[in-house]
């Protein structure tokens, strides 16, 4: 069946630096790819999405790229601040018409002040 | 703003028990879906549902059946709890697709 495979699984990094996440997925007719942060204790909220016709999309400092080819989207924050700790999911849709997503199994981003 | 919510945020049941979980949500989204959530396991889908009385199966359907009479409720139903069912579960919706769905925010449920 269609999976999503997320790494790393925990990430800390210095305030000030950049974190990357990376997603794969094995559907091929995948086509849009939303990014959730969910902080502790609250719900998962969408950050940033792209969709399959774009290669990358930036929203201030956080990006997040597409290679359809190799079937692989990454999601980068720039200058991370310790309001970025959170565990972040990525996802992808699945080919039936359902509006279906797969998600990653999270991450979870430690920034130290 | 979209508006999803959940009836219960902590709910403690009994092994045996029948337990309804209830969603509503406020934006007329065809789509509904029911989330477990547990550590390193990511979010796995139960049910979900694009039409009203219409559903389909999850990757963990299993224990679990869903309802909905009504375009903005989607009730998740835990038929006989266990406690390896004691977990976190989300409800979101979406619109279309390859619209970003929306999250409730989650029933902690605990079976003793």
Redesign the interface.
Known sequence: ?ENVE?HP?TLSVQEGDSAVIKCTYSDSAS??F?W?KQELG?????II?I?SNVGEKKDQRIAVTLNKTAKHFSLHITETQPEDSAVY?CAA?ISS??????????TTLQVKP | DVKVTQSSRYLVKRTGEKVFLECVQDMDH??M?W?RQDP??????IY?S?DVKMK?K??IPEGYSVSREKKERFSLILESASTNQTSMY?CAS?????????????TRLSIL
């Open positions: 069946g997320q699984s086509n849009y939303p959730y609250k719900r998962p909220q969408l999405d969709r999911f849709s018409n359902t509006g279906k997503l797969i998600f990653g199994q999270g | 065809e789509n879906f989330y390193g396991l990511g979010l796995r889908l979900f694009y389909e999850g990757d989300l979406s619109s279309v697709l390859n619209q970003p769905q929306h999250f409730g925010d989650g």
